[in-house]
């Protein structure tokens, strides 16, 4: 499975951004999908995850409520909406795949979109 993430860019605070994942490779709607970031001189952290069927959603703490995770699995892509954009949201993020579960062990990578929030 082939993940391309999009939609980073440099935003001020209080802004919105979409991220979109596309997966190609496989078949979409058997993987549970992800999103994941990682800041400068930080460890990865679990942003969010979603279900196969996009029933199921799950959020870090430190984005619920502010942004949201679906999937489109008729356009093989998943999406993270991020409202309310802090600093602290400032990294790279990454999508992820997983056949069993994306958030402990995901079985595939996409390349990682920067997100950048000036205050």
């Known amino acids: 499975v082939q993940l391309q993430a999009s939609g980073g860019g440099s935003v001020q605070a209080g802004d919105s951004l979409r991220l979109s994942c596309a997966a190609s490779?496989?078949?979409?709607?058997?993987?549970?999908m992800g999103w994941f970031r990682q800041a400068p001189g930080k460890e990865r952290e679990f942003v969010a995850a979603?279900?196969?069927?996009?029933?199921?959603?799950y959020y870090a703490d430190s984005v619920k409520g502010r942004f949201t995770i679906s999937r489109d699995n008729t356009k093989n892509t998943v999406y993270l909406r991020m409202n309310s954009l802090k600093p602290e949201d400032t990294a790279v993020y990454y999508c992820a795949a997983a056949l069993v579960t994306v958030i402990q062990n995901p079985d595939y990578w996409g390349q990682g979109t920067q997100v950048t929030v000036s205050s």
């Open positions: 490779g496989g078949i979409f709607s058997s993987y549970g």
């Open positions: 979603i279900s196969r069927s996009g029933g199921r959603t």
